[in-house]
């Protein structure tokens, strides 16, 4: 939160859901810092989007007021051009951390962006989307991707486009707590929910429901395959109360495979940690996949991968206080994961990068901070990663990784 510094804190039982965030002092409740929802404590609103289009410019995307702003960057993050708004009209925009406006790039040059809209129920929020089919000049006015419109939750929204150029948003919904609260039947969390578009983001398709029973308030991956699916992973509630991972491939017909479990760290709590998964899929098409769990009873950031149907080499990240880790897998065989930590006087940026597919690692510092900052973000652009972080004090930075990455 601003004027905090964020630190590492250990999630214990007891917390009601969705108040706590595991491994941070910040107190990420997702029901506060929206307008008209419940007034916990004030919200850092750094969170920000990021994606390199077909041409190498990079693009963000973040809360200004009641607007979603673009940036772009012709110099991979070394300087930025002007501000412009995404949204015409002021509407109430969500840029908290795991729950941030989001940016994808299509095959043309399009530039689609996805924010939450926080409604005037506490816990509630649509789906919003507005792309630019002309490089980011303009943007078409936003439309709400979901048709259901109740005022429930719909929020903590993913996007990815899929090899063939169509659009996937995914999103936390609630429809079926309602439903199940009116018939006085128990529903365990949220569900997860998708709806695609195949005209370059002009409409969608959709409400099509992947699992019942996810986390509340943890963002969603998405990663396309090699095949030309679009893969899935999410934090899911696996009976009893066991808050780990799964994975389904969505179909753009809205077919999507039955859930698998991804991650098996057993951790069994009540209370939703506000840390979301990362997920890659690499060229031959291994999950590369990162995420927070307690382990052992250790709050533990894991890499791990998802090959054949099973996870294999999973091992904890070099820093016990890591949190907020994302990953991308690049064509030549190269791994980057990056994170942040707090050691008591600053926040540290740090990287892990593998050069054989995730079987050995490297670990570097990659820069600091002693104010409030953003999840770091990692990128891909031309066969080389790079990690986007918001900071407080420095603003939008970019760090090239890699073999001659900083």
């Known amino acids: 939160m601003t004027g ?153 929204d993913a996007i990815a486009v899929d090899r063939s150029g169509r659009i996937f948003v995914s999103w936390i919904d609630k429809r079926d707590v309602i439903a199940a609260e009116a018939r006085k039947q128990p529903y365990a969390g949220a569900a997860i929910y ?11 398709q959709g409400d099509y429901k992947i699992a019942d029973q996810s986390c509340e308030c943890c963002r969603i991956a998405m990663s396309p395959t090699p095949d030309g699916n679009m893969l899935a992973l999410w934090r899911h509630v696996f009976p009893p109360n066991a808050r780990d991972h799964a994975l389904a491939q969505l179909g753009a017909d809205g077919t999507a495979t039955p859930l698998q479990r991804a991650t098996f760290d057993d951790w069994r709590i009540d209370a939703c940690p506000h840390q979301g998964p990362g997920a890659s899929v690499a060229p031959d098409g291994t999950l590369h996949m990162v995420w927070f769990n307690l382990r052992e009873g250790k709050p533990t950031v894991s890499v791990g991968r998802w090959k054949d149907g099973k996870l294999q080499a999973q091992r904890p990240l070099d820093d016990p206080r890591a949190q907020h880790a994302d990953i991308v897998a690049l064509d030549n065989n190269e791994i980057a994961v990056a994170w942040k930590s707090f050691d008591g006087q600053q926040t540290r940026l740090s990287a892990m990068l593998s050069h054989d597919g995730g079987k050995t690692w490297q670990t570097r510092q990659v820069a600091r901070t002693e104010r409030d900052s953003d999840q770091p973000h990692v990128l891909q652009h031309a066969g080389r ?15 090239p990784l890699g073999k001659e990455g900083a």
């Open 4 to 156: 905090m510094r964020p630190g590492f804190r250990l999630i214990v039982a007891g917390l009601l859901a969705c108040t706590a965030l595991a491994g941070t002092a910040q107190t990420h409740g997702n029901h506060s810092g929206h307008g008209g929802q419940a007034k916990a404590a004030k919200m850092s609103e750094l969170g920000t989007g990021a994606a390199f289009d077909r041409d190498g410019k990079l693009w963000i995307a973040y809360k200004d007021g009641p607007y979603v702003a673009v940036r772009s960057s012709t110099d991979f993050g070394r300087s930025f051009g002007p501000g412009q708004h995404v949204n015409s009209a002021p509407e109430a925009v969500a840029a908290d951390h795991d729950s941030r406006p989001k940016v994808a790039t299509g095959r043309d040059g399009e530039i689609f962006i996805t924010w939450t809209q926080p409604r005037p129920k506490p816990w509630t929020g649509f789906i919003r989307f507005a792309r630019s089919t002309d490089g980011g000049k303009s943007f078409a006015e936003p439309l709400t991707v979901h048709a259901n419109r109740d005022e429930i939750t719909h929020r903590f």
């Open 194 to 204: 998708y709806a695609v578009s195949a005209d370059h983001g002009k409409s969608f």
């Open 385 to 399: 990663a790079y990690v986007l972080w918001r900071t407080e004090a420095e603003g939008f930075q970019v760090f």
